[in-house]
């Protein structure tokens, strides 16, 4: 990151959330942040061009272990990788994670400034947002922690406000900050001119953030500090020690800095913005790119007929069809679907809850499953038999395994496979097939540059993906010697 101070910026994408209002496209294996849910790329895409698009020292992602290769995979294909990304062992919200991301900078350049942003927002304006964030790197330099707030357009209840001091020109100094607020008290703050939403984005340099947890939060200086030096780098990430990073309470930058700091100074944000948090902000978002006069989202998987106020959407090809709909939502998965209010749009966090509960795997699960040589869904699944899908990325590679309750045909549809069977090697290409019997030690290679996508076919007494043994893998999970 540099050994002196060069004026220019290290950016951090918190990348770490879960997303489980905009269920069932986002859940837990595979987040709303790495979804397109507007456009082609991700949320987590657009954020990192963004913040890349200053003068920067290089980008930072905190995100958790299960997201690793899918934070590298999605800035390769956008041109940005490699960037520096560490992970926490386990969540404990944002105020460790900034510290922790602080005190990595802090080790080579205290003065660094770091620009701390969330991964699921969306802002339409970028060359506004640099601008500001050049304004405000000013006042970052002379001791200030500069919060962005973006003025309000609606009475919203589902973003936490920023209230000024005063309402007059930038900088302001904060108040206080205000969670949630009920609809007449958004009303009223929307139309005074001394509240803005939080964004969540936060400017300052490394050594004012590390000082700012020793006056306001010091029991988490020393275990972020521990998780720090005793990291260890695999695979190019950055794995911050579990034992200290466990060990702390789970807080929020807002309640352990931001509340009680006061060197604060808060600037708005020109442009629009938009905190996807529910279908009811998509729904919001895709008129403002698309206007309708009956106020109808539909994607092109789905038709809305004498429906207003509409949101209609299918990830999988299944066609949705509305009928007279009016003020409602309807989502649909290969697994799942969403139809409520529009106003219970703050609810579906509470539908997954109850799925969770009634141990349903679509509260949190897909059914296709991001692996960091690729991904599989599967198909079909009966007794003794279960049909996959597999894509494998170029140059990746499964492990060296075998199972002890089954065996797999693998048929080639695309691509060349390179194939190892008990010590032997064999190329399988397009229309080609090959059989691995029980127990066998296989590897499943792509040795091209086009991904290869086969069709595997289990059959057994035992078909869970916990029947695995590995003997040797690219990607550092665990092995028997």
């Known amino acids: 990151m540099g050994g002196h101070a060069t004026g220019k910026i290290t950016p951090v994408l918190m990348a770490g959330g879960s997303g489980t209002r905009l269920w069932p496209v986002s859940r837990k294996s595979f987040p709303k942040q790495f979804t397109a849910l507007l456009g082609d790329e991700s949320l987590f895409q657009a954020s990192a061009r963004r913040l890349c698009g200053l003068d920067h020292a290089g980008l930072m992602v905190m995100t958790n272990a299960d997201f690793r290769f899918i934070v590298a995979e999605q800035l390769e294909q ?166 200290p990073w466990e060990g702390m309470a789970a807080q929020s930058i807002d309640c352990a800095i931001m509340e009680k700091a006061r060197n604060l100074s808060v600037l708005r944000l020109e442009g629009h913005w938009a905190d996807l948090g529910g279908w009811d902000a998509v729904w919001r978002e895709t008129l403002r790119l698309a206007p309708d006069d009956d106020a109808v989202a539909a994607d092109s998987n789905s038709t809305a007929i004498d429906c207003r106020n509409v949101l209609l959407r299918s990830d999988d090809e299944i066609q949705v069809v509305g009928i007279g709909l009016q003020d409602m939502m309807v989502v649909a998965t290969g697994d799942a679907v969403l139809v409520a209010g529009m106003d219970r749009a703050q609810d579906v966090r509470r539908a997954v809850a109850v799925l969770r509960a009634e141990n349903r795997k679509q509260a949190e699960a897909f059914p296709r499953d991001h692996r960091p040589w690729g991904w599989f869904e599967t198909l079909a699944l009966a007794d003794r038999f279960r049909v996959k899908r597999i894509v494998v990325k170029p140059g990746a590679s499964l492990s060296l395994q075998r199972h002890m309750h089954r065996s797999e045909h693998w048929i080639v549809v695309s691509g060349t496979a390179r194939v190892t069977i008990d010590g032997i090697r064999t190329l399988v290409s397009e229309n080609q097939s090959i059989y691995v019997p029980l127990g066998a030690a296989h590897r499943l290679e792509n040795p091209g540059k086009l991904p290869v996508i086969l069709v595997e076919v289990q059959t057994g007494s035992y078909l869970c993906e916990d029947d695995i043994t590995r003997y040797a893998d690219l990607y550092a999970r665990e092995c028997r010697a």
């Open 78 to 243: 956008i041109g940005l990788g490699p960037a520096a990304v560490m992970i926490e062992p386990v969540s404990r919200n944002t105020a460790p994670a900034i510290l922790a991301a602080a005190l990595a900078v802090a080790d080579h350049d205290p003065e660094r400034l770091l620009l701390v942003a969330p991964s699921d927002h969306l802002l339409s304006d970028p060359g506004a947002f640099t601008r500001m964030v050049e304004k405000g790197a000013k006042l970052a330099r002379a001791g200030r922690i500069v919060l962005f707030g973006i003025p309000p357009d609606r009475p919203e209840t589902g973003y936490g406000y920023l209230e000024l001091a005063g309402a007059g020109e930038d900088p302001q100094a904060l108040r206080r900050f205000l969670e949630k607020p009920a609809p007449e008290q958004a009303a009223r703050m929307c139309a005074d001119g001394r509240h803005l939403w939080n964004s969540g984005i936060f400017l300052f340099r490394a050594k004012d953030m590390i000082e700012a947890f020793r006056i306001h939060a010091p029991e988490y200086l020393l275990p972020v500090q521990a998780s720090l030096d005793h990291a260890q780098t695999d695979l190019g990430f950055l794995r911050l020690a579990y034992a």
